[in-house]
T-cell receptor, first 116, second 117 residues
């Protein structure tokens, strides 16, 4: 399978705990994105990387959230001191900037977080 | 104002018929791109079709076509010959600015499509 993969697929945690999600993009893709999707809504942009550089962060990304892409390949998204409002599907996407005229993003299956 | 508006309630279509899913957008940037994604119950977002703001022709990809009306700021998705596997959520999304300058997508709330046998 050469698509975007995300682990874990599901995570249940207690309020106040820290969680970390991993995203492995399509291997040659240089851009990687994180989105959050709550029930009944479309995905909301959180942040994106080009190679290892984090180029943009949304205001949704409070100081409890941090994302890294240390070697320009996989990425991690960490949420510290989780709150019930963090319960959502966290989607990762990747794209190859420069390959096509529209730079379509390919999404992974998501990590569903439930904060109790 | 919302950047992407999808206001249709759940849509139903008979198998083999065509269906149009509406999307209106709001931007002051002359360069932008419009995307449609499909999200089945499994959760994965699947890219369907793209329309650039400077494209002269409406985009088509197999059974999918985009009815792009720039002056009205609408980008409706047309699915021809509906199949049972088309039952899913459909999201319209926009990238503002030229390709590469700004990659993030802004999504609408989505439309649920159900295909009846």
């Amino acid at each position: 399978d050469t698509g975007v993969s995300q682990n874990p697929r599901h995570k249940i945690t207690k309020r106040g705990q820290n969680v970390t999600f991993r995203c492995d993009p399509i291997s040659e893709h240089n851009r990687l994105y994180w989105y959050r999707q709550t029930l009944g809504q479309g995905p909301e942009f959180l942040t994106y990387f080009q190679n290892e550089a984090q180029l943009e962060k949304s205001r949704l990304l409070s100081d409890r959230f941090s994302a890294e892409r240390p070697k320009g390949s996989f990425s991690t998204l960490e949420i510290q001191r989780t709150e019930q409002g963090d319960s959502a599907m966290y989607l990762c996407a990747s794209s190859l900037f420069g390959q096509s005229s529209y730079n379509e993003q390919f999404f992974g299956p998501g990590t569903r977080l439930t904060v109790l | 104002a919302q950047k992407i508006t999808q206001t249709q309630p759940g849509m139903f279509v008979q198998e083999k018929e065509a269906v149009t899913l509406d999307c209106t957008y709001d931007t002051s940037d002359p360069s932008y791109g419009l995307f449609w994604y499909k999200q089945p119950s499994s959760g994965e977002m699947i890219f369907l079709i793209y329309q650039g703001s400077y494209d002269q022709q409406n985009a088509t990809e197999g059974r999918y076509s985009l009815n792009f009306q720039k002056a009205r700021k609408s980008a409706n998705l047309v699915i021809s010959a509906s199949q049972l596997g088309d039952s899913a959520m459909y999201f319209c999304a926009m990238r503002e600015g030229p390709t590469g300058a700004n990659s993030k997508l802004t999504f609408g709330k989505g439309i649920t499509l159900s295909v009846r046998p």
